[in-house]
């Protein structure tokens, strides 16, 4: 079976009738899917370039020429202030973890100044034979009353709840025609709709209804897709 994949980066409101993501325009021989963008934002911050922290220097630097100058004993009165107990030894955190030693893809305590994706082994809609491949959490569009509550059940089904997910918007952020050019294909030709959400308030989810999962940098995750690579490029933060 051959696919032609199009993907599309356009803006989404033909298809929100509302506020809540509405469908609208859409056929009932057309199937529809709910993908989700399923990310864990930086923990840390991430290192400066070696050339951007060769700027702020220089910056710092030359500002300090032409800075304003204060009396000595004006700048010596934070030095009689008293000290106390509340001045502690601050030790940085390691950027390293044993999740990044270990290479443990199912941790989402692994690197750390990236954002993380999380993708599924499974067999996605539209799969020839019901092969398992890496996709992200989907559902078909059935009867919800709108396309992100689809979106948010298909999260719910990996997640068991959505306690510890933020839907950032109401509107799908991207979405790509899927074409099957066979003479009878078991499947028809259906269009994948992307919301993002993101993790918040813990570091540790518990996943399941599928094969296996991964956390994935963006680099790791265009890797998993690379005929898809201009979408992902542009759709991905990294």
């Not at 955190?93 to 305590?109: F, G, V, W, Y």
């Not at 491949?133 to 078909?140: N, Q």
């Not at 399941?208 to 999962?213: A, E, P, R, Y």
Request: hydrophobic share 35%; charged share 25%.
């Amino acid at each position: 079976m051959q696919r032609s994949v199009i993907p599309l980066l356009r803006r989404s409101r033909w298809f929100s009738s509302s506020a809540t993501g509405g469908v609208v325009g859409s056929t009932s021989s057309e199937k529809i899917v709910a993908s989700v963008l399923f990310e864990r934002l930086p923990v840390v911050i991430p290192k400066i370039e070696p050339i951007v922290y060769a700027f702020q220097e220089f910056s710092f630097r030359w500002t300090q020429q032409y800075r304003r100058k204060y009396p000595d004993e004006f700048l010596s009165r934070g030095e009689t202030r008293g000290k106390g107990d509340y001045k502690i030894d601050y030790v940085p955190a390691p950027r390293i973890t044993e999740a990044d030693k270990n290479n443990d893809k199912r941790s989402l305590q692994r690197a750390l100044d990236r954002r993380l994706y999380l993708l599924l082994y499974g067999s996605p809609y539209g799969a020839p034979d019901e092969t398992p491949v890496w996709h992200f959490p989907e559902k078909v569009y059935e009867n919800e009353e709108t396309l992100r509550l689809c979106a948010e059940a298909a999260l719910k089904s990996v997640l068991g709840g959505l306690s510890h997910t933020y839907f950032v918007g109401n509107a799908p952020m991207a979405h790509m025609a899927v074409e099957l050019k066979d003479d009878e294909p078991k499947i028809p030709s259906f269009k994948r709709f992307f919301f993002k959400s993101q993790v918040i308030g813990t570091s540790k989810l518990h996943i399941g209804n599928c094969k296996d999962f991964v956390w994935v940098t963006k680099d790791e995750l265009i890797e998993h897709f690379p005929e898809h690579y201009s979408f992902f490029n542009k759709m991905i933060i990294s």
